[in-house]
């Protein structure tokens, strides 16, 4: 019987590519190998699509999958993530389990089969919680009706400045993008802001930019921010355009001369890899010109690993 076909989203394809390719797979076990060359089956057979044209009951990375055994009637609720987010007593699945890559790609009503601790196992998907591709499909709807709402009733009545005016708001959309931030950050990057203005130490254009990013983002909560996107105190892997890479951690200013490899939020490269999730390529102004890094993937996050003090 022909396979049918597996859509992985261009921020998915990226960073489980580089998981595969990272993998010494003569020191995996025996079920973790299944799983190992399972997933490597799907990245290569897959079709890839960018997140706006990614089927919205198609399962991605970081989905959250409410599945029920057909003979028992058990129900279970799982969420696919990478191998460092696993935690199966969170029902946090890794994609190396025989589950997690049974699930990748999977659409809603689709029947999975996997080996379980007690055999081989049937579930049914019968609804996806919740897609990352889809939330910011729904954001950018959400921002885009809203923005049209707004200029309607602020519509002034010289329309050169009208015109103007959503010129001006269309290039910051397009120089900043939709960034997702937490509660807990958006505060105490206010604060910081707020000192650094105040002393004037630093650099007036990397605060305006920072700035700006935070008055356009989504903020949302520590244990709803996705587990890919970079937030205050994240380890991020970056690589460079002839594949060299750097591991940073994002930090406050006052922690940048700490250790070698912290960045401060208030550094260019703070600023511009803040926000944004792996995969994304960012760039910023370094002292010898213009630079642009891919985020490979985010080693350490501190609310996907239920650290929410940090």
């Not at 009706?145 to 602020?154: A, G, L, N, T, V």
């Not at 329309?159 to 010129?167: D, M, P």
């Not at 910081?192 to 983002?217: C, N, P, T, V, W």
């Not at 630079?291 to 993937?297: E, F, G, N, S, T």
Request: glycine content about 4%; charged content about 30%; proline content about 4%.
């Amino acid at each position: 019987m022909k396979q049918r076909e597996i859509y992985i989203s261009d921020i998915d394809f990226g960073p489980l590519r580089e998981l595969v390719n990272n993998i010494n797979a003569g020191l995996l076990n025996s079920d973790e190998q299944l799983s190992y060359h399972e997933l490597l089956r799907k990245l290569e057979c897959a079709t890839i699509l960018p997140v706006k044209d990614v089927p919205y009951n198609i399962i991605t990375m970081n989905s959250r999958i409410f599945l029920r055994d057909p003979d028992s009637g058990e129900k279970v609720v799982f969420e696919l993530v990478f191998p460092e987010y696993a935690d199966p007593a969170r029902n946090k699945i890794s994609i190396l389990s025989s589950v997690g890559v049974s699930l990748l790609g999977k659409e809603v009503k689709d029947i999975i089969n996997y080996e379980g601790t007690t055999g081989a196992r049937w579930l049914k998907i019968e609804k996806l919680l919740y897609q990352p591709e889809e939330e910011q499909r729904l954001q950018r709807l959400l921002r885009s009706s809203s923005k049209r709402k707004d200029e309607m009733q602020r519509a002034p009545q010289n329309n050169c400045y009208h015109s103007r005016k959503k010129e001006e708001e269309k290039e910051v959309t397009m120089k900043t993008g939709s960034i997702h931030i937490t509660d807990f950050d958006l505060k105490r990057l206010k604060k910081a802001l707020q000192s650094a203005r105040y002393f004037g130490k630093e650099d007036k254009s990397i605060l305006d930019k920072l700035e700006d990013k935070i008055q356009h983002a989504i903020v949302t909560s520590q244990k709803s921010i996705p587990p890919y996107v970079v937030t205050m105190n994240s380890q991020v892997r970056l690589i460079d355009l002839k594949n060299k890479d750097v591991t940073f951690w994002l930090v406050f200013p006052h922690e940048a001369h700490l250790k070698e490899e912290n960045v401060s939020i208030l550094a260019p490269i703070g600023t511009a890899m803040f926000g944004r999730k792996a995969g994304d390529t960012i760039e910023y102004q370094s002292t010898t010109g213009l630079k642009q890094l891919r985020i490979a993937r985010i080693l350490y996050q501190p609310e996907a690993s239920g650290h929410f003090g940090l």
